[in-house]
């Protein structure tokens, strides 16, 4: 099929293409303390998330989520992807999330630009400031089993600007 028969219109919801890690060593989760971007401090500045970043042109979404495990913080992991979130900015584009977990390797994790990556026990993740999305991803992540299918999820603004996250089937 020919790319013009691909039915790409610019009037369609689009998203752009985006991987998220949780890596695992024993009871802990690897997160990432987000520094300011280019100098500028941002709502995101010193919060907690996952290792992630764009999908580049050329790689899918598991050979992105292994470059920018490295990239971000040195640390290379078995991965499975855990699930998928559509986050729905309020317009077009909107983010798909891919979302990865999986045991880390040995080493300690590097800093990067993006920011100081930590491992974080599961039970100590009420005490650090994780980013707005991050309680409900991480508490998805923690009850699956290795066998479990991906979960399948979508986050949106409400009226107050508040994230809310919503799981549906697959998991």
């Known amino acids: 099929m020919p790319v013009s028969d691909q039915n790409i219109k610019p009037d369609r919801y689009m998203v752009i293409p985006r991987v998220l890690v949780f890596a695992t060593r024993g ?15 941002t709502g995101w500045t010193g919060k907690y998330n996952g290792i992630g970043g764009h999908i580049e042109q050329g790689e ?8 920018e495990l490295f990239e971000e913080s040195g ?7 855990c699930g998928t979130l559509i986050v729905d900015t309020g317009q077009s584009p909107g983010i798909g ?13 590097v800093a990067s630009a993006e920011g100081i990556p930590e491992f974080v026990a599961w039970d100590r993740l009420g005490e650090v400031p994780l980013v707005e999305d ?17 979960f399948l999820a979508r986050s949106g603004y409400d ?4 994230l809310t996250v919503r799981f549906g089937g697959g998991g």
């Open 60 to 67: 899918d979404a598991l050979s992105a989520a292994h470059r």
């Open 27 to 41: 009871d802990s989760v690897l997160l990432l303390k987000l520094l300011p971007k280019s100098g500028k401090v």
């Open 97 to 109: 999330l891919f979302v990865f977990t999986g045991e880390a390797g040995t080493g300690e994790p």
């Open 159 to 162: 009226n107050g600007g508040r």
């Open 75 to 81: 640390l290379r992991a078995e991965l499975r992807l």
């Open 134 to 150: 991050g309680p409900a991803i991480l508490g998805r992540i923690r009850g699956m089993g290795p066998g479990d299918p991906p």
